[in-house]
């Protein structure tokens, strides 16, 4: 499979994933565990992305653009409907930039870098990063008396490791699939731990509520293992189609999807 079919495949997935989230009465439950596989497929694009990329600045500064835009869209769309039934609180692209921005770090410590564009100095970097993730996480926690939306809202304009969807959770795994994607063993090794993990919280969870059936009604994360055979067929091709299409078509399903939302929650 090349970089474009993956994506493909990640937006549909994504698509009925956001389906059973904004519509849980109408749809059905299994939508959302095929959606597990989505982000997963987004991550490994974003890791071959980042290893391919001619300028890693111009494509983190796309990702951040689109992690700003989605931030300030949600906002606004919180303060005009404060009681939606379901909240919007969507933005991968956030995760995506501090995966990314990680990556181009620790990369940058290796001498053996064969990019042109390795850090000079990677533990200033490493620590400038680390300021200003605790800066804003601080920031951020101020504002939870106002709503969770200002914290999404700040986490827009500057990601960070706590608010960005899926939190440090998601960005582990971002940094897992790149640095094992090289290997197919190392992918599987790495992929298939971390989701046994996944499937050990879930357990625990739901131990913890004494019903072992919320494995599959509420704590379903696990299934996102359905995704490593896709990216073990990745092919190191890109494929045909326009990247761009997917930073305009996320933010504009998710929002068509809320609007849709709150008018039938408003007619039931």
């Not at 300028?55 to 992690?67: A, H, Q």
């Not at 008396?145 to 582990?172: H, M, T, Y």
């Not at 490593?228 to 930073?247: D, H, V, W």
Request: net charge positive.
């Amino acid at each position: 499979m090349s970089t474009s079919a993956l994506k493909w495949t990640a937006l549909v997935l994504m698509v009925l994933d956001h389906l059973g989230e904004f519509f849980p009465v109408q749809i059905p439950l299994w939508f959302r565990y095929l959606g597990r596989m989505s982000a997963p497929l987004f991550l490994f694009c974003l890791a071959v992305g980042m290893r391919k990329t001619r300028s890693r600045t111009r494509y983190i500064k796309r990702l951040w653009i689109g992690s700003a835009v989605m931030g300030s869209g949600n906002l606004l769309l919180t303060l005009f409907y404060p009681n939606a039934p379901v909240a919007v609180s969507n933005n991968i692209l956030s995760t995506m930039v501090v995966i990314a921005v990680l990556i181009w770090i620790f990369e940058s410590f290796d001498d053996n870098y064969q990019r042109t564009d390795r850090l000079k100095r990677p533990e200033a970097a490493l620590g400038i990063f680390a300021a200003v993730q605790v800066l804003v996480i601080v920031m951020s926690n101020l504002t939870l008396g106002q709503g969770k939306q200002w914290a999404r809202f700040i986490n827009g304009l500057i990601p960070n490791i706590a608010f960005c969807e899926g939190s440090i959770d998601v960005v582990l795994l971002g940094l897992i699939l790149y640095f094992c994607m090289n290997s197919s063993k190392r992918l599987c090794i790495g992929y298939i731990i971390y989701c046994g993990l996944q499937l050990y919280s879930s357990f625990s969870r739901s131990l913890s509520y004494g019903q072992l059936n919320y494995m599959v009604q509420y704590f379903y994360q696990w299934m996102m293992i359905g995704s490593l055979p896709m990216m073990l067929l990745y092919n190191g091709r890109k494929g045909k189609g326009n990247g761009k299409f997917f930073y305009f078509f996320y933010p504009a399903h998710i929002w068509i999807f809320f609007l849709l939302s709150n008018l039938m929650g408003k007619t039931r």
